[in-house]
Every structure is written in structure tokens, then in C-alpha cells.
């Protein structure tokens, strides 16, 4: 990541904090659609040199009293923001390995409404870990 992308990165998180607390502190879906968009975008990688290759794994990890208010529609929002990613690589004709999934998981680290993403690239000769987690997740 270059100084100035890092740069931009600090300055977007302070503004959404300020925000955040303006606007009650209270997580909204949109905010974690925008997290997967930059993090597809940020997870891209070639392959052989010609096309773009997204990451087909993505982990949203929110605070535990964010989870609570998420979890009745904690399936349904995966569901939701893994067709979301798929159709968003689909219309900039990045490549995808096997079926993209997104997972939403409490993690005490992350602030309230303040949710974090990591993706990654799983394919089918590799076993990855979730972050923070020391079990495998099974891949689909």
C-alpha cells in the first residue's frame, strides 16, 4: 500500500468515527457495503499477468453489541452481501474462484459501529484460517 493510500486511509476512518458519533453510533448495513467494496477492490491480484482476480472470503468483523442488534439477520446479510460483492467483480469483470462468501463475526477488539473487513483469496488446494480464530473455516 503506498504512503499516500495509507494517508487517505487514516483521514477516511477519523471522518467516519465523527460521523459515526454524530449520527448516534449505530451501525448501518450501507457502512459495511462500502467496507466489502473497498476491500474487493484493495484484494484484487493478477493472475498470469492479465486478469484481475478477486478474493472470494471475506470477513466482517463487528463489535459483540454491534452482532447482537445483526444476529436475527446475521444469515440473511451474508447471503445479501455475498451477492452484493459477486455482482460488484462480475461489472468490473474481476475473476472469481469458486463462490465468493462473506461472514459476519463478533470480534471484542473492534470498536462499536466501527466494523472491520478482511478478504482473501481461498482456493480449492489451500486451507486458510479465519483471523483471530485458530480453527479452520470450512470452505463451501
Keep these: 500500500m503506498n ?12 471522518l467516519e468515527g ?11 448495513p450501507v457502512e459495511i457495503a462500502n467496507l466489502l467494496s473497498k476491500a474487493l ?4 491480484s493478477h493472475v498470469k499477468g492479465e486478469r484481475l482476480v478477486a478474493p472470494n472470503r471475506f470477513f466482517v468483523f463487528v463489535n459483540p453489541l454491534d452482532y447482537d442488534m445483526l444476529r436475527p439477520y446475521a444469515e440473511l446479510l451474508q447471503e445479501q452481501f455475498s451477492a452484493y460483492v459477486t455482482q ?11 463462490a465468493l ?24 488446494q489451500s486451507s486458510w484460517v479465519c483471523p483471530g480464530n485458530t480453527e479452520p473455516v470450512p470452505a463451501e
Aim: hydrophobic share 40%.
Design 41 to 44: 477492490e484493495d484484494g484484487c
Design 18 to 28: 465523527k460521523i459515526i458519533s454524530l449520527l448516534g453510533g449505530q451501525l448501518h
Design 88 to 98: 460488484l467483480a462480475a461489472d468490473n469483470e474481476f475473476g472469481i474462484i469458486g
Design 3 to 14: 504512503h499516500f493510500r495509507r494517508f487517505e486511509d487514516t483521514i477516511e476512518e477519523i
Design 101 to 124: 462468501r462473506v461472514v459476519i463475526q463478533p470480534m471484542h477488539s473492534v470498536p462499536q459501529a466501527r466494523p472491520r473487513v478482511s478478504a482473501y483469496l481461498d482456493t480449492p
